[in-house]
């Protein structure tokens, strides 16, 4: 049982991938609860999936139009049946190749029927490199 959900949930990562690539905001909001949160690597607070839909709009049409994520497979720290820790690395890369910007992802994620929905989002960028 426990292996058949890590399964469903590295889906729902792979899923969402998909969705922000194609840059289908409402599509990525609904990878939410109804009451999920993401607080954005700069400390940008949004709650519910109105808000997610917009904020997404806004990251994938405007201020990185064309960018791909990629996300590791991560980890998983089941805490309940109906709940989970997802973790992994991401990199955004822009369209033309030249930019990418590493991070880290934590989500914590809660069973919505058969799906695994995230219920908070927190993901951050690492510090530019020096030369």
Known sequence: MAQDELQTIYKEIEAFKEAWNKGDAKAAALFFTEDGTRVGVSGDIQRGRAELESAYDQLLHQTMPG?????????????????????????????????????????????????????????????????
């Open 67 to 131: 960018a791909v994520v990629s996300l590791e497979r991560g980890t998983i720290r089941m805490l309940t049946p109906e709940f989970a820790i997802w973790q992994g690395g991401l990199e955004i890369t822009s369209p033309d190749g030249e930019r990418v910007l590493r991070g880290y992802v934590v989500q914590v994620m809660r069973k919505v029927g058969r799906r695994w929905l995230v219920l908070e989002a927190h993901p951050k960028f690492y510090p530019p490199t020096v030369s």
